[in-house]
């Protein structure tokens, strides 16, 4: 997709009910909890994609790991839920979204995942490839070591003992335990470069899948 594109794709960002798919894999069983948004269906359709088959879900997140692709619009309530059944034993994969319908909107989003989950993000950064042409990559080192192009934008995470990636001198991802299950954090989303067949970004989500 070309910048311009990208750049008009990010600013139509909504928020909007949650479409729940669940995902029978190997591992965990998988619940996919996608907003309406391109951005969202998007990034879903990538972690879809490397599953074997998938039906639809209940609507509630009692399950061994739960996806929230492209995310812009997970409200206080259903945050603390998700806390809730990761004491029980579930893993949430968390995926920022870069965009959402107004500061106050992203600002909510980030104090609940301080809240429930201990995890600190910072202001949005936007990549601008053609003058950061030394950095275009995110460095993960958790739980293999892969490199991925980075977002058009993404969400930086506190450079604490839970970071897993960087990109450049800025932490973008986290994995924290929460109970017996955790979360974890991405603030530069994985899911559209899934879809896009991006051999670093399968590799990881393989492996993260493998080691929750």
């Known amino acids: 997709m070309s910048r311009h594109t990208r750049r008009a794709f990010l600013r139509r960002g909504m928020s909007v009910p949650f479409l729940s798919t669940s995902i029978e894999g190997r591992t965990r069983r998988c619940c996919i909890y996608a907003e309406a948004t391109s951005l969202s ?7 879809r994609r490397f599953a074997a088959d998938y039906r639809d879900a ?3 997140p009692e399950s061994g ?13 259903f945050a603390a839920q998700l806390s809730r ?5 579930t893993w949430v994969i968390w995926e920022m979204s870069p ?3 107004s500061p106050e909107a992203c600002r909510a989003q980030r104090n609940s995942l301080e809240e429930h989950f201990a995890v600190r993000t910072h202001d949005l950064i936007c990549f601008d490839p053609s003058r950061d042409v030394g950095s275009m990559y995110v460095r993960y080192s958790w739980p293999v070591s892969t490199w991925i192009r980075t977002f058009i934008a993404y969400v930086p995470v506190e450079p604490d003992e839970t970071a897993i990636a960087y990109h450049a001198s800025y932490a973008v991802a986290a994995r924290r335990t929460v109970g017996r299950g955790g ?14 067949g991006d051999r670093g970004a399968i590799e990881t989500w393989h492996s993260i899948r493998a080691a929750l």
């Open 99 to 101: 965009c959402h319908d």
């Open 58 to 60: 209940r609507s509630n």
């Open 65 to 77: 790991l739960v996806i929230l692709p492209g995310a812009s619009a997970v409200t206080a309530g």
């Open 41 to 47: 269906q998007e990034s879903a359709a990538g972690f």
């Open 85 to 89: 059944e990761c004491m029980r034993g």
């Open 183 to 196: 979360i974890v954090f991405l603030g530069s989303m994985l899911g559209p470069h899934l879809r896009a």
